[in-house]
C-alpha cells in the first residue's frame, strides 16, 4: 500500500514522505491514527505542490537571513551598564539587552534567542557574540560593555 505520512515517525518517514507500507500497517494504524492518508495521483500531486512551496519559502527565508547576516557582521555594539569595584556590574547585560541595542542601532528586529552567550556578561570589557540564525549563518558582533557615568 502506497501512503503519504503526515507526521513524522522516527525510524520511519518524515511528513510529506510517499512510502510503501504494508496493507495491515497502512490500513489498521497509520491511517486511523491520522499519521498517514493513501497515495493516489491527486494527493501525490497536492503533496509535491506543498514541498515545491515549502522548499521556496525556505529558500527565501534563507536569504533575508543572510542579507540581514551581512548587515550586522562585524558590527560593534555599546551597552552602558553600572558597575562597581574592580570593573564588576551590578547585574549582568544579558541576550535581550543585546538584542535591544542591535534593533537601536540596525533597526533590525532579532530574536534575543539567537543570541548565543555562553554566560551573561557580568564584567566591563568587549566580548566578541555570535548571533547564529541557522546552522550555517552566524555572523559575529562584537559587544563593548563600558562603566555608565552617573
Do not use: C, H, W
Not at 56 to 65: D, N
Not at 114 to 122: A, T, V, Y
Amino acid at each position: 500500500m502506497k501512503v503519504i505520512f503526515i507526521k513524522d515517525l522516527p525510524n520511519v518517514a518524515r511528513a510529506g514522505e510517499i512510502k510503501v507500507v504494508a496493507n495491515g500497517y497502512g490500513r489498521n494504524y497509520l491511517i486511523p491514527k491520522k499519521m498517514a492518508i493513501p497515495a493516489d495521483t491527486e494527493t501525490i500531486n497536492l503533496v509535491e505542490a506543498k514541498i515545491a512551496s515549502r522548499v521556496r519559502t525556505e529558500a527565501k527565508t534563507e536569504a533575508e537571513m543572510k542579507e540581514v547576516a551581512s548587515q550586522i557582521e562585524g558590527r560593534e555594539i555599546f551597552i552602558e551598564a553600572r558597575s562597581g569595584g574592580k570593573e564588576k556590574l551590578y547585574g549582568s547585560v544579558t541576550n535581550g539587552d543585546i538584542a535591544a541595542e542591535l534593533e537601536n542601532i540596525t533597526g533590525i528586529i532579532i530574536d534575543k534567542r539567537k543570541i548565543k552567550l555562553d554566560e551573561p556578561i557580568n564584567q566591563i570589557g568587549s566580548y566578541d557574540v555570535a548571533v547564529r540564525f541557522t546552522k550555517d549563518i552566524t555572523p559575529k558582533i562584537k559587544v563593548t560593555i563600558i562603566a555608565k557615568k552617573e
